[in-house]
């Protein structure tokens, strides 16, 4: 079956810090591959996508790229700052020409200290 | 353009009480999806509904719980005698469907379910 694993939280860093937070994936067939962000109170927001094998999806300074040969997509960015801080779910879709569920990581709590 | 709304933001029932939870999509979008979010956790699929249709609802729990989405107004996920259990976040989303080369999801704010 589809499934999504995130590296757990929380994750704590200081202001200026690089961040990397992992996510691997099992699906068959080639599905398209997320990263939501949700913010304290709020909904989630689309963050990045990728829908294909070595698209790299960015954002707001994020960067995930898909990789097809360890089923990743690591979540980075090169310097957080605090408004960085929320939870940060990575999820994959099973069909990129279809509308269909999205499957979600059980999320990472990123905190950012100035 | 209005995004996903979704009505009430909180709710909070009694045991045994009924809990309705709209959601209107964005303009223009024919597919409609139900995630709950039980504390500290992510979001799980519930149902995918097309106008009139249910699609796929292998997420959701076998009694008590239902979807709808009727021909004109709102999707409903209609929650029968609530129990502490059922406490969660209820989130909706939409897409365009039919049409486009790929059905990204937007999602609302939620709807807080509490149960006493």
């Known amino acids: 079956g589809n499934s999504v694993t995130q590296m757990e939280g929380p994750v704590t860093l200081s202001e200026e810090a690089f961040l990397t937070i992992n996510c691997t994936y099992t699906a068959t067939g080639y599905p398209s591959l997320f990263w939501y962000v949700q913010y304290p109170g709020e909904g989630l927001q689309l963050l990045l996508k990728a829908t294909k094998a070595d698209d790299k999806g960015s954002n707001k300074g994020f960067e995930a790229t898909y990789r097809k040969e360890t089923t990743s997509f690591h979540l980075e960015k090169g310097s957080v700052q605090v408004s960085d801080s929320a939870v940060y779910f990575c999820a994959l879709s099973p069909s990129y020409s279809s509308a269909s569920k999205i499957i979600f990581g059980s999320g990472t709590r990123l905190s950012i200290r100035p | 353009n209005a995004g996903v709304m979704q009505n009430p933001r909180h709710l909070v029932r009694r045991r045994g009480q009924e809990a309705r939870l709209r959601c209107s999509p964005m303009?223009?979008?024919?597919?409609v999806y139900w995630y709950r979010q039980l504390p500290e956790e992510g979001l799980k699929f519930m149902v995918y509904?097309?106008?009139?249709?249910?699609?796929?609802e292998s997420g959701m729990p076998k009694e008590r719980f239902s979807a709808e989405f009727p021909k004109e107004g709102p999707s409903i996920l209609r929650i029968q005698q609530v129990v502490r259990g059922d406490s969660a976040a209820y989130f909706c989303a939409s897409s365009q469907g039919s049409g486009s080369s790929y059905n990204e999801q937007f999602f609302g704010p939620g709807t807080r379910l509490t149960v006493l």
């Open positions: 509904l097309q106008k009139e249709n249910i699609i796929d």
């Open positions: 303009k223009g979008h024919s597919h």
